[in-house]
């Protein structure tokens, strides 16, 4: 990875390219519509569980039903979610932790929130995961322990053996209880009946105007099948919640690691309310995300025509690799971040320096969208793909902080280090922090 900037590696019972540099980020971007094309589990892999889980959805697809799925989707999340709904979850969490307080062990609680925050400012419903988690909580924990096994997910094949494998079919089971669960809690009631095949004529719209209005009017017009509808909503519901869970908590660690840093955020977020955020948070969360991305690394593009991929090779020339149709070809925000590669990073890859994004918020977006732009910042993607939930991600981020920041004085409890899960998320392990009230 170091001289190329790509290996070869075996995963999903297959070979595949695996992308870790800038020139080759930004080819991945460049083709992405015609050759390095989108191809999720659930054409890599149509019989595993986990294609079960994440079905064909906006993250997975590719071309007509891409389009389809992110002409409802992707402008709805950037224009239509509710500021005052990331209020109500901030503010039910401070009151959270304000009543466990002392060492506590927050993956769980950052879940909660998480899943508190996209339930009540993305599909606009009060599930109240932070007072009293409904069933959607418990059932989802456990579909995670069952898809996310190592050995499933290196040799999926072995899902197609539930006699030899009984768990599997628990899994399947979990699944179908999720799907059922989430479609008890979001869809409008029109929406509800027409999955349940009941009459739609005349589909009269859903009441609400969030991004559920737009996918219930989908599934009411015809736009969505019942599947596309549930597979969209499903992963909706797991992309909104997963990665703002895994970045609040590296942040909350490099955070409490660092009391000098908290007083001086605190000191800075004090002059800088609402939508005039503090700049040394903004810098201090990008800086996070490019040293602990949460989504370290994915493998879910195909190669759709012969094309050849061109890499650096350190101190030497070019290295030209031809790939043929049906190659599956992934990246790793982790070796674009961390290589020695000729980009903002480059002197000091490693290191956590939040002021290497810069002074202003305009100067780290700037910088932000750069980088993006030339595939050495990749936390969020790039190119036609890029992540549409990144401002409400962003947001998420800075009000929970602030809020959490302005309340207590955050110390590890615990140093276990951040690992990748085995289902290749990234955050810290066992975090435990002593949430010390500040004095008033
Ligand atoms: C810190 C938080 C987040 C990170 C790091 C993140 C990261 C990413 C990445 C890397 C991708 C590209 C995936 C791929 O290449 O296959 C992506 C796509 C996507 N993300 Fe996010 N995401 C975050 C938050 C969110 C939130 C809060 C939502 C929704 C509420 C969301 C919705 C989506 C969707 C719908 C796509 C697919 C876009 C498309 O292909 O058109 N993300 N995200």
């Given at each position: 990875?170091?001289?190329?900037?790509?290996?070869?590696?075996?995963f999903g019972?297959?070979w595949?390219?695996?992308?870790?540099c800038?020139?080759?980020?930004?080819?991945?971007?460049?083709?992405?519509?015609?050759?390095?094309?989108?191809s999720?589990?659930h054409?890599?892999?149509?019989?595993?569980?986990?294609?079960a889980?994440?079905?064909?959805?906006?993250?997975?697809?590719?071309?007509?039903?891409?389009?389809?799925?992110?002409?409802v989707?992707?402008?709805?999340?950037?224009?239509r979610?509710?500021?005052?709904?990331?209020?109500?979850?901030?503010?039910?969490?401070l009151?959270?932790?304000?009543?466990?307080q002392?060492?506590?062990?927050?993956?769980?609680?950052?879940?909660?929130?998480?899943?508190?925050?996209?339930?009540?400012?993305?599909?606009?419903?009060?599930?109240?995961?932070?007072?009293?988690?409904?069933?959607i909580?418990?059932?989802?924990?456990?579909?995670?322990?069952?898809?996310?096994?190592?050995?499933f997910?290196?040799?999926?094949?072995?899902?197609?053996?539930?006699?030899?494998?009984?768990?599997?079919?628990?899994?399947?089971?979990?699944?179908?209880?999720?799907?059922?669960?989430?479609?008890?809690?979001?869809?409008?009631?029109?929406?509800?009946?027409?999955?349940?095949?009941?009459?739609?004529?005349?589909?009269?719209?859903?009441?609400?105007?969030?991004?559920l209005?737009?996918?219930?009017?989908?599934?009411?017009?015809?736009?969505?099948?019942?599947?596309?509808?549930?597979?969209?909503?499903?992963?909706?519901?797991?992309?909104g919640?997963?990665?703002v869970?895994?970045?609040?908590?590296?942040?909350?660690?490099?955070?409490?690691?660092?009391?000098?840093?908290?007083d001086?955020?605190?000191?800075?977020?004090l002059?800088?309310?609402?939508?005039?955020?503090?700049?040394?948070?903004?810098?201090?969360?990008?800086?996070t995300l490019?040293?602990?991305?949460?989504?370290?690394?994915?493998?879910?593009?195909?190669?759709?025509?012969?094309?050849?991929?061109?890499?650096?090779?350190?101190?030497?020339?070019?290295?030209?690799?031809?790939?043929?149709?049906?190659?599956?070809?992934?990246?790793?925000?982790?070796?674009?971040h961390?290589g020695?590669?000729?980009t903002?990073?480059?002197?000091?890859?490693?290191?956590?320096?939040?002021?290497?994004?810069?002074?202003?918020?305009?100067?780290?977006?700037?910088?932000?969208?750069?980088?993006?732009?030339?595939?050495?910042?990749?936390?969020?993607?790039?190119?036609?793909?890029t992540?549409p939930?990144?401002?409400?991600?962003?947001?998420?981020?800075?009000?929970?902080?602030?809020?959490?920041?302005?309340?207590?004085?955050?110390?590890?409890?615990?140093?276990?280090?951040?690992?990748?899960?085995?289902?290749?998320?990234?955050?810290?392990?066992?975090?435990?922090?002593?949430?010390?009230?500040l004095?008033?």
């Amino acid at each position: 990875m170091s001289k190329h900037g790509a290996v070869v590696i075996f995963f999903g019972s297959q070979w595949n390219v695996l992308v870790g540099c800038p020139e080759g980020m930004a080819q991945l971007f460049d083709r992405e519509a015609a050759v390095l094309q989108k191809s999720g589990n659930h054409r890599k892999l149509p019989h595993a569980v986990i294609s079960a889980l994440t079905g064909g959805n906006i993250i997975s697809e590719t071309g007509k039903k891409w389009r389809a799925y992110a002409r409802v989707i992707r402008p709805a999340l950037k224009d239509r979610i509710d500021a005052v709904g990331l209020d109500v979850a901030c503010q039910r969490l401070l009151g959270r932790l304000k009543l466990q307080q002392g060492v506590l062990a927050v993956t769980s609680i950052v879940q909660q929130y998480a899943m508190e925050a996209v339930t009540l400012c993305v599909f606009g419903k009060d599930l109240k995961f932070l007072d009293q988690p409904p069933r959607i909580h418990a059932v989802h924990a456990l579909v995670k322990r069952h898809i996310f096994h190592p050995l499933f997910l290196s040799v999926p094949v072995l899902d197609n053996y539930p006699r030899l494998f009984p768990d599997r079919v628990e899994a399947r089971n979990l699944i179908s209880q999720l799907e059922h669960e989430l479609l008890a809690a979001l869809p409008s009631a029109e929406a509800k009946q027409a999955l349940a095949g009941g009459a739609v004529d005349g589909a009269s719209s859903p009441s609400s105007s969030n991004i559920l209005f737009d996918l219930d009017e989908a599934l009411l017009k015809g736009t969505f099948s019942s599947r596309e509808y549930i597979d969209n909503l499903k992963i909706l519901f797991i992309a909104g919640h997963e990665n703002v869970q895994q970045a609040l908590c590296s942040l909350l660690m490099v955070m409490a690691r660092d009391l000098a840093l908290q007083d001086a955020i605190r000191k800075d977020a004090l002059s800088h309310r609402g939508d005039d955020p503090s700049p040394l948070l903004h810098a201090v969360i990008y800086e996070t995300l490019r040293l602990y991305p949460p989504i370290p690394q994915l493998i879910n593009r195909r190669v759709a025509e012969p094309c050849v991929l061109s890499l650096p090779s350190q101190g030497g020339a070019q290295l030209h690799v031809p790939l043929q149709p049906g190659t599956y070809v992934g990246w790793t925000a982790f070796g674009v971040h961390r290589g020695r590669w000729n980009t903002q990073w480059q002197s000091d890859p490693d290191v956590f320096r939040p002021s290497r994004w810069g002074n202003t918020v305009e100067d780290i977006d700037a910088l932000a969208r750069r980088a993006r732009s030339r595939g050495e910042f990749v936390s969020f993607h790039g190119g036609l793909r890029t992540c549409p939930g990144q401002a409400f991600a962003l947001r998420s981020l800075h009000l929970s902080l602030t809020a959490i920041l302005g309340s207590f004085r955050l110390t590890l409890a615990s140093n276990d280090g951040t690992q990748l899960t085995p289902g290749g998320l990234m955050a810290p392990r066992n975090l435990q922090l002593r949430f010390e009230p500040l004095a008033d």
